[in-house]
Nanobody, 111 residues
Framework: QAQVVESGGGLVQAGGYLRLSCRASRSIFEISVMWWYRQALGRQREYVAHITSGGATNYADAVKGRFTVSRDVAKDTIYLQMNSLKPEDTAVYYC?????WGQGTQVTVST
């Protein structure tokens, strides 16, 4: 059983939006922090945002004001709402907690 399952990526025009989902294999109340990272082609994986078990959130400067992390504890799922998308947001997006990483979901933003 996969410990982390992401979904929601796709192709969108600049200025558009997408919502990514990340389902954990256990109660997210038990997970101190859940992270979103992304990796563009030819670049290092970089931090995007995180949410704590208490619901606190934080964002990288590059996405602050455009992306929002939220959660549904009943579904053991966190979300990454991405608005005002830019071509430079194109990357594979990964969800991560503890020692687990998801398989990644591709987000492509066209001009």
């Amino acid at each position: 059983q996969a410990q982390v399952v992401e979904s929601g990526g796709g192709l969108v025009q600049a200025g558009g939006y997408l919502r990514l989902s990340c389902r954990a294999s256990r109660s997210i109340f038990e997970i101190s922090v859940m992270w979103w990272y992304r990796q563009a082609l030819g670049r290092q994986r970089e931090y995007v945002a995180h949410i704590t078990s208490g619901g606190a959130t934080n964002y990288a400067d590059a996405v602050k004001g455009r992306f929002t992390v939220s959660r549904d504890v009943a579904k053991d799922t966190i979300y990454l709402q991405m608005n005002s998308l830019k071509p430079e947001d194109t990357a594979v997006y990964y969800c991560h907690y503890a020692s687990y990483w998801g398989q990644g979901t591709q987000v492509t933003v066209s001009t």
